[in-house]
């Protein structure tokens, strides 16, 4: 498509944003007309309940999600076609992955990565209806699912227990991968937030808890010339470089980092890391979403979903030294999650303010996914992270 053949130009040409798609509600690929009225008639299919979060890149493909916040998601995970020249969402692996309730189904994913064997680290919130009347929300056992693209096949499957990650009281929101470690770290969106350290080659997580991952209960901001009092989320943007981890609550300003190898120690022997966080700064404005390049050293970028805009900062740099790479309040209300292609930085705005408190007008456009061109790559081809390891794997 055209959209994919750009991405490979537009960094040569100009580091100004370009549109990629846009488009006024969410809708999938169907199996055929009846299948989409039934889901219709059911309830599976409430067009008002869908919105696109995460983001990722492979191989030419655009992947999405659709978080199960409300009812009538009939699909999680997906990737983007054009049929007709109608933007549409095709369940990925298949339709049948995406069924509510069967256990090896995906239940609820907000987030994914891709690494550079093609592996798909899936996060599975398990729990259903979030956002919903109380009545409709499901608990769900949180899990890891790793994904083979290239093979079609699952790689590995990890649970998390309860300590983690609670089936009735988490929301594992973001995820960013260390290949050559075999470690991948995860932010907890719900209660007082949290950081999650999983291991692939032991297939084991720990839980690290800290006071900068949690958000503000009295938030109040103003999106658009609209007030809002209802973002009060805790950590959610999460990034890697080679040698730390950054991370941000959705309703603070402040912008934290941590040693890798603090927290890697942490999950091997329970030290302590608290006292190793650092605050970085405060950020221009909320952030969502967090990414980092290959660069050295490594740049930050970050979403502003208060004045619409995304920002770039050089790591080991001043912070104030930060500057703008894309900015219209108009339409890229809430930047949301982040992806790379090749050397172009992409990323989806979404309106979610709006989708919170159900005040989203699907007669004009909501979703757009937009590129930023840039001399450097994803985070995933900086120093240290080779695909190497952990070894390529078997299918389950």
């Known amino acids: 498509m055209l959209a994919s053949l750009l991405l ?83 369940p990925y692996p298949s339709w049948e992955m995406q069924k509510i309730g069967i256990g090896p189904s995906l239940q609820y994913v907000q987030s994914m990565e891709i690494d550079k064997r093609g592996w798909m680290w899936i996060l599975d919130v398990g729990r259903l209806n979030i956002l919903d009347d109380e009545k409709y929300v499901t608990p769900g056992q949180p899990k890891l699912v790793i994904w083979d693209m290239n093979q079609n096949c699952l790689i590995q499957e990890y649970e998390f227990p309860p300590e983690v990650l609670s089936p009735t009281n988490s929301f594992a929101n973001d995820i960013v991968v260390d290949q050559k ?152 209300q809430w930047p949301d999650t982040f992806a790379w292609a090749k050397s172009n930085l992409l990323f989806t705005s979404n309106r979610l303010q709006r989708y919170f408190v159900k005040t989203m007008d699907f007669n004009e456009v909501n979703f757009r996914i937009w590129s930023v061109g840039t001399n450097t790559s994803s985070y995933i081809n900086g120093t240290g992270f080779f695909p190497a390891l952990p070894p390529a794997g078997e299918c389950l």
Request: aromatic share 14%; proline share 5%; with cysteine.
């Open 8 to 90: 490979f130009l537009i960094a040569y040409v100009s580091s100004a944003p370009v549109l990629l798609y846009e488009f006024k509600y969410v809708d999938y690929d169907w199996i055929s007309p009846a299948q989409k009225q039934a889901y219709i008639e059911s309830g599976q299919y409430i067009k008002e309940n869908n919105v696109i979060t995460g983001l990722k890149w492979y191989e030419g493909e655009f992947y999405l999600t659709v978080p199960r916040w409300r009812r009538g998601v009939p699909s999680t995970l997906n990737k983007l076609v054009v049929k007709d020249d109608q933007i549409l969402l095709q």
């Open 181 to 332: 470690g075999g470690w991948a770290y995860i932010s907890d969106t719900w209660d007082n937030g949290g950081i999650i350290i999983y291991n692939y080659f032991e297939n084991r997580a720990v839980r690290f808890d800290h006071e900068s991952l949690h958000g503000n209960p009295n938030n109040v901001v103003t999106i658009d010339g609209v007030t809002y009092t209802n973002i009060q989320s805790p950590s959610d943007g999460i990034a890697l470089t080679p040698t730390h981890l950054y991370w941000c609550a959705v309703s603070t300003p402040g912008l934290y980092s941590i040693e890798t190898p603090k927290l890697n120690l942490y999950y091997s022997v329970g030290a302590d890391p608290s006292r190793f966080v650092t605050k970085i700064g405060d950020k221009n404005g909320l952030a969502d979403g967090l990414t980092t390049d290959s660069s050295d050293p490594p740049a930050l970028y970050y979403g502003d979903f208060v004045n619409g805009a995304v920002y770039k900062w050089t790591t080991g740099t001043r912070f104030s030294s930060t500057v703008a790479v894309a900015s219209d309040s108009k339409t890229m």
